[in-house]
């Protein structure tokens, strides 16, 4: 069974830093591209990141271009968010995705996700 | 890249149909045949009901489709039933990335 759990979330300050992980298991990790949407409350969804399988190429939003990084170990099955220089609006529920395979571009699997919430 | 359209909300009857619209541009929605759909109940992770505009992964009702002309794309519930009273969201592949539309409530009379 396909699994993803986000960890690491939790209040943090504006301007502060945060890394929040996302643990696979059943499937094989190293083969799929994975990405990071975020939902704030009462809002839509909002895709903000994507690694590829090897995790050689990075694709972000422009709104955390600069801020954010996205990176996986492989060899733990793995998926990171750095988020640096937060701001308010950077509060959210973050889900990590699975991108179902190499030539298909939709999500067929999502975590549960971790609350990010951004405030003095 | 803008959130694509959806209207804020849609309602009908159980055996009802409904159809949610999702209004990008060439650029997204046009441009390419990678439209999909989720369905998000409260508090829950958002799950995949429609991708590649009508195909429909194993699992899913059949009385869910999807369709697409030009810029807009549409999901259908057919058959409407209570458990499909949720929020529905389109999403969209756009040269490197992707945007999601604006959701819509879809409310079950």
């Known amino acids: 069974e396909v699994q993803l759990l986000e960890s690491g979330g939790g209040l943090v300050q504006p301007g502060g830093s945060l890394r929040l992980s996302c643990a696979a298991s059943g499937f094989g990790f190293s083969s799929y591209a994975m990405n990071w949407v975020r939902q704030a409350p009462g809002k839509g969804l909002e895709w903000i990141s994507l690694?590829?399988?090897?995790?050689?190429?990075?694709y972000y939003i422009d709104s955390v271009k600069g801020r954010f990084t996205i990176s996986r170990d492989n060899s733990k099955n793995t998926l990171y968010l750095q988020m640096n220089s937060l701001r308010a609006d950077d509060t959210a529920v973050y889900y990590c995705a699975r991108k179902s395979g190499s030539f298909f571009y939709y999500f067929d699997y999502w975590g549960q996700g971790t609350l990010v919430p951004v405030s003095s | 890249q803008s959130a694509l359209t959806q209207p804020h909300s849609v309602s009908g009857s159980p055996g009802q149909s409904v159809t949610v619209s999702c209004t990008g541009t060439?650029?997204?929605?046009?441009?390419?045949?990678?439209v999909s759909w989720y369905q998000q109940h409260p508090g829950k992770a958002p799950k995949l009901m429609i991708y590649?505009?009508?195909e429909r992964p194993s699992g899913v009702p059949d009385r869910f489709s999807g369709s697409k002309s030009g810029n807009t794309a549409s999901l259908t519930i057919s058959g409407l039933q209570a458990e499909d009273e949720a929020d529905y969201y389109c999403c969209s592949y756009g040269d490197t990335s992707y945007v999601f539309g604006t959701g819509t409530k879809v409310t079950v009379l």
């Open positions: 590649d505009v009508t």
């Open positions: 690694i590829s399988a090897s995790g050689g190429t990075t």
């Open positions: 060439g650029s997204d929605v046009g441009g390419y045949n990678y």
